[in-house]
């Protein structure tokens, strides 16, 4: 018979082909057992999509991908997490590094009370990115660039980050998480706040991001997991019920709490 060893790498595939492997994880809040036993693979530039009920675990097992959870007192993870083969829990791991490795771009818009320049400078600036003015405001623009805004900031660079809209904001969030050069980009809804248009632009943008990163989106719409996302993670109760192409879980899903999820029957 296999061992339990063998199942739980087949799940997550060998290392090399994968930029996120976890194995074993669990996450606690307390009492509450929040994520059970979890594996997975998440392969570099490809944008996988969290989906599932709420409460289900989503965004407490995205918080695990650049050690979110740490600033959470009574928040407890175990297993192991690797990124490019590194255990992102190691001691000697710095959080503030890794979070540079591993951006997040968070359900509300949260630009710094700064300006558009200095809101995607900070980054550089702190982690030593940028040796003269001119390197920063190379970085500045091709952040502000990638992010689909520069045309719409250029002008105002100087001007507060939060005078924008909901939309650029987001987009603003988008070009100062990136402006580290991370390798990995985190999502958690990050267009629920947004209206119908600024979706579709950052929707827009993570197809395009994802020729440069790992995309990691959590979302509570199905038709955006399915427009923006090749691999889908189906989560129910705090178990990662189903990974798979997301064609797949959308049109022949294999477990019946899938079905009833994607059919609107659980939710
Ligand atoms: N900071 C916290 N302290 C205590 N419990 C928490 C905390 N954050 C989440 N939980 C609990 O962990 C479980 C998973 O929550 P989580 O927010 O990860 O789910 P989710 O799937 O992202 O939900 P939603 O779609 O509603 O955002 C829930 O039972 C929730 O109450």
Redesign the pocket.
Do not use: D, Q
């Given at each position: 018979m296999l061992d339990d060893k063998y199942h739980v790498d087949r799940a997550v595939g060998t290392m090399q082909d994968n930029k996120i492997t976890a194995k074993n994880v669990q996450v606690f809040?307390?009492e509450?057992h929040?994520i059970k036993d979890v594996n997975v693979a998440i392969s570099d530039k490809t944008v996988t999509a969290f989906i599932?009920?709420?409460?289900?675990?989503?965004?407490?097992?995205?918080r695990c991908l650049n050690r979110m959870n740490d600033t959470?007192d009574?928040?407890r993870v175990t297993g192991d997490i690797h990124i490019d083969g590194e255990d992102i829990y190691d001691p000697r791991v710095d959080p503030v590094q890794l979070r540079a490795k591993v951006g997040m771009v968070f359900q509300k818009p949260n630009p710094f009370p700064k300006s558009i320049y200095d809101n995607v400078a900070y980054g550089p600036k702190i982690h030593g990115l940028a040796k003269t003015k001119s390197d920063l405001d190379e970085i500045v623009e091709s952040s502000l660039s990638k992010a689909a805004l520069w045309n719409e900031a250029k002008d105002r660079l100087h001007e507060a980050g939060t005078g924008m809209s909901g939309g650029q904001q987001q987009r603003l969030c988008i070009a100062r998480a990136i402006a580290t050069a991370p390798e990995v980009l985190l999502m958690d809804?990050p267009c629920s706040a947004l209206d119908p248009i600024a979706t579709a632009q950052v929707e827009e943008l993570i197809d395009e991001l994802r020729q440069s990163f790992s995309v990691v989106i959590?979302t509570?719409s199905m038709q955006q997991a399915a427009r923006v996302s090749q691999k889908t993670a189906f989560?129910h109760l705090?178990n990662l019920v189903e990974f798979d192409d997301t064609d797949k879980i959308f049109t022949n899903p294999q477990d019946p709490r899938t079905e009833s999820y994607i059919s609107g029957r659980i939710g």
């Open positions: 809040y307390g509450t929040a599932g009920p709420s409460g289900c675990g989503k965004s407490t097992f995205l959470i009574i928040c809804e959590v509570h989560f705090g």
